[in-house]
């Protein structure tokens, strides 16, 4: 027979619920070509990620770095892409 823990399932659902959410906030900035909201979403998102992190390194101050560089990545694929459309336009 399992044995469940009521608060940790209430706290998976929620943490998948609010990642989620913010994975969807994440596609619309995207999609909106809006480089600081979609780096910042990003950044967001991988905090709520960030128990997979936790629990292997069992050291919280990862998970800064981790969404520090999501925050720099989605900036500079935005950016990318931004003059990518740019030059398409323009020709």
Known sequence: MVRLDAWLA???????????????????????????????WSSVWYLLSAFAVISYTKNWVYVCFAAVGSWIGAYLSMTILQRARGRKAAV
């Open 10 to 40: 209430c706290g998976v659902m929620v943490s998948t619920a609010a990642t989620d959410a913010v994975y969807v906030m994440f596609n619309s900035a995207v999609s909106a070509k809006r480089r600081v909201p979609a780096a910042t």
